[in-house]
């Protein structure tokens, strides 16, 4: 059992939701990564979203591009990002890591030297965009042959024959992407997305985790009364953006503590 479904296991065991934050790495500064990851672990995370900065994130809005553009100016890579997971598990050993990211750097590096380097450094499951399930599978058996869980993405315009593609390639669970457009896009409809998610609960028996539109706690405490997982990016990304040296951990802790406490209420 992968770090991922151990963590699920057991919060389902405790009736319990999982949070999920994201952050960039490298965003607002390299040296400032691997001690976020250890207070959005403090103040309440079950699992980090790690994201790999890219010089054109499709998939992202206009706050956390501004993410990868902060962190690119620091020359964060692919590479440095696995050292800061590397880093991060010499003293945290239980908290799941999930790379987030586009096809683009993986390719550079090579799928094999990848799926290697993020056994070694400790990473639990890697969310490739741009990666169709139809054209990874050999990626996939890579992952899963080497203990880490493939996170898929799922959207309100997924027929039925591609969720059903989707939930037989994926593990660790399923990423809801509640509305149509980039992460931050718009405002979701709750009552949709629960909707949807009872439609997919048909076909897997995967967690299901949403994001893409929570922007605040009351969203994250609606989501929570029906999805497995809250994954909150944009505004993570926003309150690093909004901060200084100074405050950020103050800030990004402040943020934890409030949500944590909304989807456990």
Known sequence: MSRIQTVFSALKANNKKA???YITAGDPHPKHTVNLLHALVKTGADMIELGIPFSDPMADGPVIQRASERALQHKVGLKNVLDMVAEF??????TPIILMGYANPIEAMGQAAFTQAAKIAGVDGVLTVDYPPEECTEFIAGLQ???????FLLSPTSDAARVSLIVNQASGFLYYVSLKGVT???NLDVEQVKARVAEIRT????????GF????????KNVAAFADAVVVGSRMVTTIEDSN??????????????LRATIDA
């Open 19 to 21: 949070l999920i934050p």
């Open 203 to 210: 076909k897997t028996n995967l967690p299901i985790g949403v």
């Open 184 to 186: 931050g896009a718009a």
């Open 89 to 94: 598990r010499t003293t945290d050993t239980t």
């Open 213 to 220: 539109g929570v922007k605040d706690a009351a969203t994250a």
């Open 145 to 151: 042959a080497n203990g880490m869980d493939s996170i």
């Open 245 to 258: 040296d100074d405050n950020l951990i103050a800030n990004i802790s402040a943020l934890m503590h409030e």
